[in-house]
């Protein structure tokens, strides 16, 4: 609600804007009615299915907004930024303090749809070069602070004093064997 609250001020100011949602929470059903009363010809709202990824054609968005109340975990916020998305959150949890370190979009009150709306404007009208710097500076950031060469960097700090520190070899998983002694 606080979305689509914020949307319908930005179509005061954008009227062509689109919104798609990606998933299908607790909220999902009360959420498309809301959208339908907002937009009853819902052109301008779309709904995808959770599996459905938002970042598999690159440019097909503008920007990520993540209007959260509450610190869940911050997911599609990281796939945002790997996609070089400028960011429009809200001063919850990780996803503040991931745009705040990143320097990659604009952070909002929580429960402030007008200047939620107000952010989200000011990065629509934004120039797509001047979006294209706050995205890469996400992306950039994310590959830094959360690639395996950083787990592994972070692992190594962590243990490389034990004396029985063995270096791991980074695989992709297919399963794990475990023998559990009765």
């Known amino acids: 609600d606080l979305l689509l609250d914020a949307m319908t001020r930005v179509w005061q100011e954008l009227p062509a804007a689109e919104l798609h949602v990606f998933g299908d929470g607790d909220a999902a059903e009360k959420t498309r009615a809301n959208a339908l009363y907002l937009d009853p010809s819902g ?57 705040t370190c990143s320097r990659s979009g604009l952070i909002v009150p929580c429960n402030a749809p007008r200047k939620l709306a107000a952010a989200m404007t000011v990065l629509l009208s934004t120039s797509a070069e001047a979006r294209a710097e706050l995205g890469a500076a996400g992306a950039a950031h994310v590959r830094s602070a959360c690639g395996i060469e950083r787990h592994v960097s972070d692992l190594h700090a962590r243990y490389s004093h034990r004396d029985r520190f063995v270096p791991a070899v980074v695989a992709p998983l297919r399963g794990i064997a475990a023998d559990r002694a009765v």
């Open 43 to 99: 052109a301008r709202v779309t709904f995808h299915a959770a599996n459905e990824s938002a970042f598999r054609e690159p440019g097909s968005f503008d920007i990520f907004v993540r209007a959260s109340r509450h610190g869940e975990p911050p997911m599609a916020t990281l796939e945002a930024m790997l996609a070089g998305l400028p960011l429009v959150g809200t001063d919850v949890s990780d996803i503040a303090d991931l745009i």
